[in-house]
């Protein structure tokens, strides 16, 4: 065997932060992120297919879109 097998492993870094759950608060999950499980991603993913969350509007914008 050669001797550049026994190299020290290098130190890898997270690509991201770590940071709470945007669900309920846990930390998050690698495999999950931005949350810490699969549940709490089909919650979020669930709450915006129905309709719960909605990018909002201005008044101004709605006008602009009635002159067509």
Not at 7 to 12: E, G, L, M
Request: aromatic letters at 6%; charged letters at 35%.
């Amino acid at each position: 065997m050669p001797d550049g097998d026994n190299k020290p492993a290098a130190k890898v870094e997270p690509l991201r932060k770590m940071r709470p759950c945007p669900e309920c608060g846990k930390p998050s999950a690698r495999e999950h992120y931005p949350f810490c499980s699969q549940r709490c991603r089909d919650i979020d993913l669930n709450r915006w297919l129905s309709g719960s969350y909605a990018i909002p509007v201005s008044d101004d914008e709605a006008k602009a879109g009635d002159d067509d």
